[in-house]
């Protein structure tokens, strides 16, 4: 299968103070589409690091980001912000949803940045929720839902517009064992049944069974994995 | 559009759950705009006041050179003179229409206090060329006896003022006979008696001004301005005519400049404590809802609707206060009476106007403190890199 991610001899260093500290050295991986992918590490590895600069969220400070075949690495925030809105979907720890919204238009906020009309957008908002079990909790606001039922919305607003990839960072660290299985057994259907790509940042080796492919990172470097390293 | 719609009221819906650091802008700026407007339309009342007082086609002659009525002083032959000058009405009997007043200061009580309050002499002719001019109670005043009419503002401002009351200046007793009305303008806070009568009382013959109604052959500008030519021209008078309206707008001047200029000091510098209320909440709310915003801009929100969201809020927020502090100064102030000394020293009672200029001049505060108070917390909401603000750094 081809690389829908391709990241070549990436580095990323932060300046704190006057001190420059390198989080990714050199690092170079491919992740195929349809792929889902965990990546494992202690904390200050650079797995965060990394899923930022696969979900165009951070820009590496040398090397090359490729996404759907197309350089990102270069791209101004405003380019990044579109190819994001365009390209991928987000699920993050704590839900990230939107408290003053119900279920429904917290899902419907990403395609409020296409030209969809209304009526598309509600017919897409409920096939999302469809897939993800809580159709009938669409009125809802999230301090209304529980935590696995808040992280259902969360996937689906990410996958609403139909990203190229999802990008989940720890999306199973804030729910107890059972809900986390739901949850990742929820993401495993998207990637088998509908093809979704899904890169997941995690610390749970549980939960990075349910990957296809696990990559583990250490000091910023790949340590071991079955994603293939490109050299 | 649709970016800046959707932001804007998840920004908005959310304000309840921030009430309290949003209520600092709300009273800060109310009370920005309250004291503005208040200060302001005691500025307005008084220049409403004095500005509404006289009459176009009456002139005013004082002595030469001297700004106010109370500086000035007439003999008796130049009154006469004066009198006769070509372009003052006739009346039916063929006789000029033209009142040589004289005003003179006196002491009254107002809330424990002693202030002065004009008392002026006033012919016949005085009264029947001021047509605003308007007995509500009692009788006008006798030649000869001392007896005064008093103005509607006269007493409400001034302790004793009452119909039948007796008044003592100089050693004398006075007896209010009358109240008139004439309109709010600033005679309403003097006390009138006939014109001889005062000058026997006072022992000065002359007239502090003469006031003459202009004859209506021409416009009343072009028949003042020929007035004045002749004077001009006449070496033997020693005087200055005026248009009456355009003496009461000048008196009104120098009071309206100071307030204007003492309210604008006080709103500038509670503007600016205000401004800084308004960036300390703005900034409380972006780090309120950084994670949100992050999460916006990571899905792929730009940072335009993102930093409308935070104007908008804190714009709403300053116009709020702004409505407040303009209808409590409306309510508190508007048509409340008070007096002040006038060019003249002497009392001039006035009531503070709320004009919709001024809640617009204090709308338009509030707005600016709104737009500086939200600016720069709305830059650093789109600033901070997307990645660091999801980690809540």
């Known amino acids: ?231 | 559009m649709k970016q800046v719609l959707a932001v804007t009221w998840m920004n908005l819906r959310s304000l309840p759950s921030r009430y309290l650091t949003s209520l600092v802008v709300v009273v800060g700026i109310a009370l920005v705009v309250g004291v503005l407007v208040a200060l302001q339309s005691m500025g307005k009342g008084f220049e409403y006041t004095l500005k509404g007082t006289g009459s176009e086609s009456r002139a005013l002659m004082l002595s030469a050179g001297v700004t106010a009525e109370l500086s000035s002083y007439i003999d008796p032959g130049m009154v006469a003179l004066l009198r006769e000058l070509p372009g003052i009405q006739r009346d039916a009997a063929g006789k000029p229409v033209a009142s040589a007043e004289l005003l003179v200061i006196t002491e009254l009580k107002r809330g424990g206090d002693d202030v002065n309050v004009a008392l002026r002499g006033v012919e016949p002719a005085g009264l029947t060329m001021r047509p605003e001019v308007h007995l509500a109670e009692g009788r006008l005043f006798k030649p000869g006896l001392r007896e005064v009419i008093a103005g509607r503002a006269a007493t409400r401002q001034f302790s004793g003022v009452t119909l039948g009351a007796t008044l003592e200046f100089r050693n004398s007793q006075w007896t209010v006979v009358g109240i008139f009305d004439s309109k709010g303008d600033a005679h309403e806070s003097e006390l009138w008696t006939d014109a001889d009568t005062a000058r026997s009382a006072f022992g000065r013959p002359g007239a502090s001004a003469v006031l003459a109604q202009l004859d209506g052959s021409k416009p009343p500008a072009d028949s003042l301005k020929a007035l004045q030519d002749t004077v001009k021209a006449d070496p033997r008078f020693q005087v200055d005519v005026l248009g009456e309206r355009a003496y009461y707008n000048e008196q009104s001047q120098g009071v309206t400049d100071n307030i204007k200029f003492i309210s604008a000091f006080i709103t500038a510098i509670m503007a600016i404590g205000a401004v800084f209320g308004a960036l300390n909440t703005m900034y409380s709310a972006v780090a309120a809802r950084q994670i949100e915003i992050a999460t916006l801009r990571a899905i792929g929100f730009s940072g335009l609707p993102v930093m409308i969201s935070v104007l908008v809020e804190s714009v709403s927020l300053a116009l709020i206060g702004g409505l407040i502090g303009a209808g409590a100064a409306y309510l508190a102030c508007d048509g409340l009476t008070t007096a002040t000394l006038g060019a003249n020293f002497t009392q001039v009672a006035f009531s503070f106007a709320v004009t919709p200029d001024l809640v617009e001049r204090g709308l338009a505060w509030a707005l600016a403190i709104g737009l500086l108070g939200g600016f720069f917390p709305a830059l650093k909401a789109i600033w901070q890199p997307v990645a660091a603000a999801l980690r809540g750094a």
């Open chain 1, 1 to 231: 299968m081809s690389a829908i991610v391709s990241l070549s001899n990436v580095v990323k260093s932060y300046t704190r103070g006057k001190q420059t500290v390198e989080v990714l050295h050199h690092l170079s991986i491919e992740i195929a589409q349809g792929d889902f992918v965990a990546l494992m590490g202690p904390s200050g590895s650079g797995k965060t690091t990394l899923l930022n600069l696969i979900g165009g969220l951070d820009r590496p400070s040398s090397g090359e980001v490729k996404v759907a075949g197309e350089r990102i690495d270069q791209l101004s925030s405003g380019q990044l912000a579109k190819w994001r809105a365009r390209h991928v979907g987000f699920v993050f720890q704590f839900y990230n949803l939107m408290p003053m919204l119900s279920a429904e238009r917290n899902v419907e906020l990403p395609l409020l940045l296409t030209s969809l009309s209304s009526a598309q957008r509600k017919k897409n908002v409920q096939a999302a929720l469809t897939v993800v079990g809580l159709a009938e909790r669409a009125k809802h606001k999230p301090a209304e839902l529980s935590g696995g039922q808040a992280q259902r919305v969360a996937i689906a607003r990410a996958l609403v517009a139909d990203p190229t990839l999802l990008v989940c960072d720890e999306p199973t660290g804030d729910l107890d064992r059972s809900t986390a299985d739901e949850i990742l057994h929820l993401l495993q259907v998207l990637n088998k049944d509908h093809g979704k790509t899904i890169v997941m940042v995690t610390h749970d080796p549980k939960a990075a069974e349910y990957a296809s492919h696990q990559l583990h990172l250490d000091k910023g470097q790949l340590v071991e994995g079955d994603v293939k390293a490109a050299a």
